[in-house]
């Protein structure tokens, strides 16, 4: 049965940091609100060789966008989806904070208590979500390593495509995709009753970004400007901050949740939402 197309307008709210791919030299998981027809559903957008697109398909976090989806049949999680990546447009971007509020106001607030628990028990529980923070131990900050040999080889076949993308025109070949320098960990507590801590690993690709601007200062300063950015700056005092939160397709890693981005408007353009229950009907 083939899926048939749907046009979706989206609010991106999440761009993870690239992964190697040998068919699309690498591909970024994106994630955002569907705002069509009323709703503030979640929607995942998969596969996007985000660096191998063209600057016309090109788009930011807080990006309005509109792009022709299909349900994605191989992926049991009920946001993903296929995006047509040459169907996408840029409506607009929303700069402020008081301009993101209207819509992020409507996405129903979770804990990741509920939905860790939801997806150990269903396949096709709520693999998305946002979580607001009660509060964070400690931003822990770990040297990454290197690519596994999976991945490297990966990278290596991206070294035969071609330099003019699929996806339009861009200006050259990227450059090989480089591992990130650090991996960083959230350990904190959801607003779940009896919370006993979670650790979430920061895939927002913001981090990926930072740590590039900073590849030539010392550890030691390296690691302190991303403390700085992801813990200071985002839980400072007057900050209303939750996660926006995800999990994988591999069913034995489904109750695992990472960390896809940080909201943190302050508490005068936040607005009370009532958390959701996964559980109810």
């Known amino acids: 049965m083939q899926i048939r197309p749907e046009t979706a307008r989206v609010l991106i709210a999440v761009k993870a940091s690239p992964q190697p791919s040998a068919k699309y030299g690498d591909t970024v998981c994106v994630a955002g609100v569907r705002v069509d027809g009323g709703r503030a559903d979640w929607i995942r957008?998969?596969?996007?060789?985000?660096?191998?697109?063209?600057?016309?398909q090109q788009f930011k976090k807080f990006d309005l966008i509109d792009v022709?989806?299909?349900?994605?049949?191989?992926?049991?999680?009920?946001?993903?989806y296929r995006p047509d990546i040459d169907s996408i447009k840029v409506v607009r971007h929303l700069d402020d904070w008081r301009d993101r509020q209207p819509y992020m106001e409507r996405v129903a607030r979770t804990t990741t208590c509920a939905l860790s628990a939801a997806a150990a028990e269903r396949h096709d529980a709520p693999s998305l979500g946002m979580v607001a923070v009660k509060s964070v131990e400690r931003l822990k900050i770990e040297p990454f390593g290197e690519w596994t040999d999976a991945q490297k080889a990966r990278i290596a076949g991206a070294a035969n495509l071609a330099p003019l993308s699929l996806f339009g025109d861009v200006a050259?070949?990227?450059?090989?995709?480089?591992?990130?320098?650090?991996?960083?960990?959230?350990?904190?507590?959801?607003?779940?009753?009896?919370?006993?801590?979670?650790?979430?690993?920061?895939?927002?690709?913001?981090?990926?970004?930072?740590?590039?601007?900073?590849?030539?200062?010392?550890?030691?300063?390296?690691?302190?400007q991303i403390e700085r950015r992801f813990h200071a700056q985002m839980f400072a005092p007057g900050r209303q901050t939750s996660f926006f939160m995800g999990n994988f397709e591999d069913a034995r890693k489904r109750h695992s949740f990472s960390v896809l981005g940080v909201y943190y408007p302050p508490e005068g353009i936040a607005t009370s939402v009532g958390l959701f229950d996964l559980n109810q009907d």
Do not use: N
């Not at 998969?46 to 016309?56: D, E, H």
């Not at 022709?68 to 993903?80: A, F, G, L, Q, T």
């Not at 959801?190 to 801590?197: L, S, W």
């Open 45 to 56: 957008l998969y596969p996007l060789p985000f660096r191998w697109m063209g600057v016309q």
């Open 172 to 224: 050259k070949t990227p450059a090989e995709l480089k591992a990130p320098r650090f991996v960083a960990r959230y350990e904190y507590f959801c607003m779940a009753d009896g919370c006993r801590r979670h650790v979430g690993q920061i895939l927002d690709w913001e981090l990926t970004a930072l740590q590039a601007r900073l590849r030539r200062e010392p550890d030691a300063s390296a690691t302190a």
């Open 68 to 80: 022709e989806v299909r349900r994605e049949s191989k992926d049991s999680r009920p946001e993903s």
